[in-house]
């Protein structure tokens, strides 16, 4: 077996790494917040509220990787 040596870390990994991590500290406390005063999910139903609550962070993460460029392969022989 081959190895493939130390190939640079795609640009999209990156993004999507970076919004993980500041969603998973920043932007969970402003949810906890939104969370915490019931007058801006009132209008939501009871179900819908935690499960949108839990999806953004998953969804800013997705957004992040599908919007950042690819990272160009060199191909070694």
Known sequence: ?????HAPVE?????????SYL???GLLAVLAA???????LAPLPDRISPLLLAVVPGLLTFA????ARH???VERW
């Open 1 to 5: 077996m081959m190895g493939h040596g």
């Open 11 to 19: 640009t999209k990994v990156t993004a999507a790494s970076a919004v």
């Open 23 to 25: 969603t998973s500290t």
């Open 34 to 40: 939104v969370q915490d005063d019931t007058r801006l």
């Open 64 to 67: 992040a990787g599908w919007k």
């Open 71 to 73: 990272t160009p392969r």
